[in-house]
T-cell receptor, first 112, second 119 residues
Framework: DAGITQSPRYKITETGRQVTLMCHQT?????MFWYRQDLGHGLRLIYY???????DKGEVPDGYVVSRSKTENFPLTLESATRSQTSVYFC???????????FGNGTRLTVT | AQTVTQSQPEMSVQEAETVTLSCTYD???????LFWYKQPPSRQMILVIR??????QNATENRFSVNFQKAAKSFSLKISDSQLGDAAMYFC????????????????FGKGTKLSVKP
């Protein structure tokens, strides 16, 4: 099915471990985004990408790494997870600059 | 930098009645887009309505309509004939129409309003 999918849907990890959240879209959209959602903060941008091999920091990038070797994939890696990174993470994509933004269903990450 | 403020953390409405969710924003830009997103307990982010700043006419989608006051930088969402399925978090969001500073049209979100619908 066409769309944007995130995996896993739920993840529990321990402090200090590396964890990667996956995001895959089937539309070949140019733009992709990672947001985190925390109570009292709404959604905040972590990283974004305008095309394959082009990524840039958003509002809250510290502790996160992204890559985009293929247009359809935009994984988000927490290199050494901390409890403050417990959150719901959303991936989103968009075709052109003015196209609507499509969201994945989110990954709930708990760092213990 | 642009900011979006939703001053009502929680709201409640009786089924079949009308409720208005408030949103204000701050920007120095003249061309931009405003959005309302709905997030039900399933966590899915659903676009409810979109407004282009250059359009004076308020956007409407079925029971959902907005009151866009550009000079006041206000963008409220009105839900008419509220239904139980309208219960959700609602987020107001802003996006530049131009790629200022290479932001790639990032959405700037408010903190959300949790809407409860009473039967």
């Amino acid at each position: 099915d066409a769309g944007i999918t995130q995996s896993p849907r739920y993840k529990i990890t321990e402090t200090g471990r590396q964890v990667t959240l996956m995001c895959h879209q089937t539309w070949s959209h140019s733009y992709m985004f990672w947001y985190r959602q925390d109570l009292g903060h709404g959604l905040r941008l972590i990283y974004y990408s305008a095309a394959a091999d082009i990524t840039d920091k958003g509002e809250v990038p510290d502790g996160y790494v992204v890559s985009r070797s293929k247009t359809e994939n935009f994984p988000l890696t927490l290199e050494s997870a901390t409890r403050s990174q417990t959150s719901v993470y959303f991936c989103a994509s968009r075709d052109t600059y003015n196209s609507p933004l499509h969201f994945g269903n989110g990954t709930r990450l708990t760092v213990t | 930098a642009q900011t979006v403020t939703q001053s009502q953390p929680e709201m409640s409405v009786q089924e079949a009645e009308t409720v208005t969710l408030s949103c204000t924003y701050d920007t120095s830009e003249s061309d931009y887009y405003l959005f309302w997103y709905k997030q039900p307990p399933s966590r899915q982010m659903i676009l409810v309505i979109r407004q282009e700043a250059y359009k004076q006419q308020n956007a409407t989608e079925n029971r959902f309509s907005v009151n866009f006051q550009k000079a006041a930088k206000s963008f409220s969402l009105k839900i008419s004939d509220s239904q139980l399925g309208d219960a959700a978090m609602y987020f107001c969001a802003y996006r530049s129409a131009m790629n200022y500073g290479g932001s790639q049209g990032n959405l700037i979100f408010g903190k959300g309003t949790k809407l409860s619908v009473k039967p």
